[in-house]
């Protein structure tokens, strides 16, 4: 399966994420969704509204928790959910922008909050076929 794509994984206590990509940025993406996924049913979410984001940290693991944080902090500033992100490497980070738009109960729904990603499961790899997949669990 070469086309970007995420998953969730049990976990005994809360929920892991992954998501994969050709790209680490597109792993990334796909990772965030499958947080976001966690709260809201994607496809009720517009992506209408753009947020930048950026981080920074050589480490690809480190960045990727960084990265996942600053989405939550993002959502939780903004009252938002997400869709659709777009993300572009630059040397010792990444710099983003997220579309969504502000949570609605009656439309959205959320079942649960995310707290936080956590270094539980944090991984990103490569696999022999140049596929990308980042995961972690996330605190909910």
């Known amino acids: 399966m070469n086309a970007g794509h995420w998953e969730h994984y049990s976990h005994p206590a809360d929920m892991g994420i992954r998501g994969f990509g050709a790209t680490r940025e597109e792993a990334f993406a796909q990772a965030a969704l499958a947080m976001t996924a966690i709260v809201v049913d994607l496809e009720k979410v517009q992506a209408s509204k753009a947020v930048q984001i950026v981080c ?30 777009e993300i572009q490497a630059f040397k010792g980070g990444l710099k983003a922008t997220a579309w969504g738009e502000p ?15 956590t270094f539980a499961d944090l991984k990103v790899t490569r696999d022999g076929a140049g596929m990308w997949m980042a995961q972690c669990v996330v605190d909910v």
């Open 103 to 117: 949570v609605d109960v009656d439309k959205h729904q959320p079942a649960v909050e995310v707290k936080a990603a």
């Open 56 to 85: 920074e940290d050589d480490d690809d693991e480190m960045l990727f928790w960084y990265w996942l944080s600053a989405v939550l902090f993002e959502m939780g500033l903004r009252n938002m959910v997400f869709s659709r992100f």
